[in-house]
């Protein structure tokens, strides 16, 4: 079974970075897919990176990440760009959404400037790859 | 009076700048062709290579530095530290080395080392003054690693030079990369054959001031 954790920005907001980063990777160890509400700053992304890497182990291999983010186009008019930085100035890191999910789980996140798609892998695959070990 | 100052000050600056060796550094994603360029880049300027680059990815697992490689060009001049890192992941599993005949506890090896490379490339993105991202221009460009790396530099304010590697591949798409990353002028090289290398320097000296 695939589980899907939404959280909402306003559940971790007032968390300080580390703790923010602790608690998605927790839920990503618990085999969970998490789709947060906003996106991490790049700093906190590779903060994410540097603690997923402290925790890599036989089980858990890593995280794909992917973020969503409307930002605005090489090609909008000025009008265009205005309404994204004011939405941008008035929303700040909510914009958006971040998908982090065990690499274990998710084989890949394929993005191009118009869709995601995250391509899993079959739950029958992955206990026969275990049962290997 | 004024004048005379501000040539000394001129001078004092320059003296400064000469003394002080700027640290470029190579980043992007394992197999991109960081330790390639870094090659092509000593064996240009200084004669000998830096590091042992590989297909199998995470061949660098440490941070490399080839210290004072000096640039002299049309009149220009450019010192600096170059700092070959490993390259960074979000996830990684010993047994993608076990496709590449490797044995069992090689592999686990590796992984380890590899882990730790990502931390200590990471770690390194503060020191470095200006950086080079390296990245396979066969590949698709949208990964949230290369958009993670670039994405930090530029909050750090740290002037960067966006490189598309192996061109010299029939499935490289240089404008991919340019679609990906706009506001970067992409620099489309092959660092194993050297072409447009030439370009490559120009515009390091542009961004190495």
Known sequence: MLTLQFIPRAEVEHLPSSSRIRRLLALVKEDKIVLLEGRLSPTEETELIQRTMEDVSKDFKGIELCTIYPGSSHNDNLISKLRHSLIGFLLGDRQGLTVIGPATIIKEIRRDPNKVQVITESIRRRKRRNSRR | ?209
């Open chain 2, 1 to 209: 009076m004024m004048t005379m100052l501000t040539g000394f000050l001129r001078r004092l600056s320059f003296l400064f700048r000469r003394r002080r060796h700027v640290k470029l550094g190579l980043y992007g994603p394992p197999n991109s062709g960081k330790t390639t360029l870094a090659n092509r880049i000593c064996k240009d300027w200084i004669g000998e290579e830096m590091g042992i680059a590989s297909r199998i990815p995470h061949e660098t697992r440490e941070v490399v530095i080839k210290e004072k490689i000096e640039m002299k060009s049309r009149g220009r001049f450019l010192s600096f530290n170059l700092v070959d890192t490993p390259g960074i992941a979000t996830k990684i599993d010993y047994e993608d080395f076990l496709k590449y005949n490797m044995s069992a506890k090689d592999a686990k090896q590796r992984a380890k080392e590899a882990t730790k490379g990502v931390i200590e490339a990471i770690k390194w993105l503060d020191d470095m003054d200006s950086v080079i991202v390296v990245l396979d221009s066969t590949k698709d460009p949208y990964s949230q690693v290369n958009l993670t790396i670039i994405g930090n530099l530029a909050a750090r304010d740290i002037p960067v030079l966006v490189v598309g590697n192996k061109v010299d591949v029939r499935s490289s798409n240089l404008r991919r990369i340019q679609n990906a990353f706009p506001q970067y002028n992409i620099i489309g090289i092959s660092a194993l054959r050297g072409k447009n290398i030439e370009a490559f320097y120009e515009a390091l000296f542009k961004l190495v001031r």
